[in-house]
Nanobody
């Protein structure tokens, strides 16, 4: 499966954006998906994750209450709704997938757990 992240852009502090992670190549419904971000000069960090069914999610403390991860398996897409964006949210956002083969409905917060990565989409938040 190939992943493509989209939806990034330049916004002002307090604005919202919705990122999409689209999958192609094969069915996406068995994949757990995570969003990660990397700001200039910083290491990649976990943002949010969702299990294959969508019933389990997790968030980094810095985005909890502001970001929401969701998925539409019928559309082979995972979303990251980002509200109340702040300048510190500026980063390249990546989505990643891990094929669970439906063995357990888990999410994963470590980048090393993922097999497939999208190319990233840039989010810039101005103050």
């Amino acid at each position: 499966v190939q992943l493509q992240a989209s939806g990034g852009g330049l916004v002002q502090a307090g604005d919202s954006l919705r990122l999409s992670c689209g999958a192609s190549g094969r069915t996406f419904s068995s994949y757990a998906v995570g969003w990660f971000r990397q700001a200039p000069g910083k290491e990649r960090e976990f943002v949010a994750a969702i299990s294959w069914s969508g019933s389990s999610t997790d968030y980094a403390g810095s985005v909890k209450g502001r970001f929401t991860i969701s998925r539409d398996n019928g559309k082979n897409t995972v979303y990251l709704q980002m509200n109340s964006l702040q300048p510190e949210d500026t980063a390249v956002y990546y989505c990643a997938g891990h094929d669970t083969c439906y063995n357990g409905d888990y999410y994963y917060t470590l980048g090393s757990s993922y097999d497939v990565w999208g190319q990233g989409t840039l989010v810039t938040v101005s103050s």
